[in-house]
T-cell receptor, first 110, second 118 residues
Framework: DAKTTQPPSMDCAEGRAANLPCNHS???????VYWYRQIHSQGPQYIIH?????ETNEMASLIITEDRKSSTLILPHATLRDTAVYYC???????????WGAGTKLIIKP | DTEVTQTPKHLVMGMTNKKSLKCEQH?????MYWYKQKAKKPPELMFV???????INESVPSRFSPECPNSSLLNLHLHALQPEDSALYLC?????????????????FGPGTRLTVL
């Protein structure tokens, strides 16, 4: 099964861009990269996904390397409300179900 | 609208009780999921329904019994649970069940039910 590797924690100053890296070196060519976040004790919130090209929506930007072995989620102007655990999902299991990594705890500091 | 609702928000039950968790979505999604999440861990998949039929059971103990009465509703019936079953139970839905190929099936999650088994 595919695995993802993320740093366990990161800090970012409020108002700055938060760049969250993810390694998914075993991702298959037709598997999407997904990012979710989970604010304490709430359900995971979908952020963005991509296959090969960089993607942007109202929440974030997703930069995927050309070899698709890693990606970076960018929150352009982080606020205190962006403090959460961010999960990168770069692959699926034998039932095509998402494989969740351990996530990155992002703390936005004033 | 990408809303999945779950009730109750909190549930405390004894090991001999029978209770049910409920999940509802009105996005027309045909795949629905139950996950279990322990503290400081990622969600773990329990069950997946596709077109109201159970498609995936991740070797979950029989004290957890899922039910999909219709395309909008998903229940999880609980009976004779153990204290180690205390966790956040999450429901999710997606347009379809993933089946390989370069197709996205984004899952949308509900707020969860915090279950405590005494």
């Amino acid at each position: 099964d595919a695995k993802t590797t993320q740093p366990p924690s990161m800090d970012c100053a409020e108002g700055r861009a938060a760049n969250l890296p993810c390694n998914h070196s075993t991702i298959s060519g037709n598997e999407y990269v997904y990012w979710y976040r989970q604010i304490h004790s709430q359900g995971p919130q979908y952020i963005i996904h991509g296959l090969k090209n960089n993607e942007t929506n109202e929440m974030a930007s997703l930069i995927i390397t050309e070899d698709r072995k890693s990606s970076t989620l960018i929150l352009p102007h982080a606020t205190l409300r962006d403090t959460a655990v961010y999960y990168c999902i770069g692959g699926t299991d034998s039932n095509y179900q998402l494989i969740w990594g351990a996530g990155t705890k992002l703390i936005i500091k004033p | 609208d990408t809303e999945v609702t779950q009730t109750p928000k909190h549930l405390v039950m004894g090991m001999t009780n029978k209770k049910s968790l409920k999940c509802e979505q009105h996005m027309g999604h045909r795949a629905m999921y139950w996950y279990k999440q322990k503290a400081k861990k990622p969600p773990e998949l329990m069950f997946v329904y596709s077109y109201e039929k159970l498609s995936i059971n991740e070797s979950v103990p029989s004290r957890f019994s899922p039910e999909c009465p219709n395309s909008s509703l998903l229940n999880l019936h609980l009976h004779a649970l153990q204290p180690e079953d205390s966790a956040l139970y999450l429901c999710a839905s997606s347009q379809r069940l993933a089946s390989g190929g370069a197709r996205t099936d984004t899952q949308y999650f509900g707020p969860g039910t915090r279950l405590t088994v005494l």
